[in-house]
């Protein structure tokens, strides 16, 4: 009798990879990515989802490694998990992790460790879209212009409407599944996916979306998209920077993106743009790259004189790289002059179209004659920044 609380829904790890194009010094799943292997992440998004059963499939030599991985993911779970040895090809590794199934698994989904990043609800919709008659499979819609080629000619283009880009995990009824894998082992026939070897047995397959965090570590660069998003906190973030410069030198003032003739200029390294540093330093705390001491001080001379839109456009190109979109910026500054109001719109959008078109907000206060801004000796900036992982 089947007990009631075992699962009937499995997933197959497919970790037996020799990882040739990642070039890690050993089979792919077993590289690490921010002090974790491969398999160890792929294993965190499977428990987070519903439970199941986990066999996974690894190289000759690595079962005691996969083993302890299992242990420390799966947690009160790991009696649920095993792992087996896999084949020479991609197929007999998933025929291995069949042959592991227990009597009372219905639906098998297959899974590639490569695929570190999938989300656990990716992995739960799939379970729950396989029905006793379809297999489903996540994919994503392609955006590319897509091209057929001979050689180094462009012979049409692809109607890419008609395409998808297909991921793991892949869902499948059991005894469908099982008899495709048959009928492959009969016929010597080699599919690239399991949803190809499903389809050519006859059985039919459905998709649904997939999710750009599931894409497949093959190359150098994916392990460094993986390790990108993996050291950037999925949540928003948050930065407040200050900044105060005393009034003071010759020229004009540069203060909000703007110049204001006839104004006495702030003093500083660059245009002692107040409003435009404490914006840097809001965004660089928020993604924790620094300060603007760091990135745009004295030691960096090829910024003495510039203005906040070299600052902002900078800033904006380094949160970019560490791999954040800016959400939008508040600031207020206080201080006797300049009358702000009348150009607040003007400043916002140049603010604004420095960052990318972020949205900026700035307002301007007076301390009622208290304190250096009161007495109009300088103008003290408070500014606060959102900032949004990309994911």
């Known amino acids: 009798m089947t007990p009631l609380s075992a ?6 790890i497919v970790a037996a990879g020799s990882g040739t194009r990642l070039d890690g010094g050993g089979p792919k799943a077993f590289v690490e990515i921010e002090g974790r292997t491969i398999l160890r ?32 993911a799966l947690g009160e779970r790991v009696d649920l998990g095993s792992v087996v040895v896999g084949g020479s090809t991609r197929q007999d590794s998933v025929a291995a992790g069949l042959a592991a199934l227990t009597d009372h698994i219905g639906i098998v989904l297959v899974h590639d460790a ?15 879209a396989v029905t006793t008659d379809a297999g489903v499979i996540p994919a994503l819609a392609i955006v590319d212009t897509l091209k057929r080629v001979d050689g180094d000619a462009v ?21 469908t599944l099982e008899a495709a894998y048959g009928r492959a082992a009969t016929s010597g026939e080699e599919y690239t996916d399991d949803a190809a070897l499903f389809a050519a047995a006859g059985g039919a397959v459905r998709r649904i979306p997939g999710a750009e965090r599931a894409f497949k570590i093959t190359t150098p660069s994916d392990l460094e998209r993986a390790r990108m998003l993996l050291s950037t906190p999925s949540a928003p973030r948050i930065g407040v920077g200050t900044d105060v410069h005393a009034f003071g030198g010759e020229g004009n003032l540069w203060l909000a993106g703007l110049e204001w003739p006839g104004q006495q200029p702030l003093s500083g390294h660059s245009d002692g743009d107040a409003v435009a540093h404490a914006m ?14 760091q990135h745009f001080g004295t030691a960096h001379p090829e910024y003495a004189g ?8 900078r800033t904006a190109h380094l949160l970019a790289e560490a791999g954040f979109a800016i959400g939008n910026v508040s600031v207020q500054f206080q201080g006797n002059r300049p009358r702000f109001s009348a150009r607040r719109a003007e400043a916002e959008g140049v603010l604004s179209a420095a960052l990318g078109g972020a949205p900026v907000t700035v307002s301007a206060t007076t301390t009622d004659g208290l304190g250096f801004t009161g007495r109009g000796e300088g103008i003290a900036v408070t500014a606060v920044a959102l900032v949004i992982p990309r994911g």
């Open 155 to 175: 012979i049409e283009a692809v109607d890419r409407s008609v395409l998808a880009a297909a991921q793991t995990p892949q869902g499948f009824p059991r005894a």
């Open 280 to 293: 840097v330093d809001a965004l660089l705390g928020a993604a924790g790259l620094g300060d603007i001491g």
């Open 41 to 72: 992440h792929a294993l965190e998004g499977v428990s987070a989802a519903q439970p199941m059963q986990v066999v996974v499939v690894v190289p000759t030599g690595f079962e005691d490694v996969a083993a302890d991985e299992l242990r420390s």
């Open 7 to 12: 699962p009937r829904t499995a997933i197959i």
């Open 114 to 128: 490569a695929r570190a990043l999938t989300p656990a609800a990716l992995i739960d919709a799939v379970a729950a």
């Open 306 to 313: 510039v203005h906040a839109d070299v600052f902002l456009a």
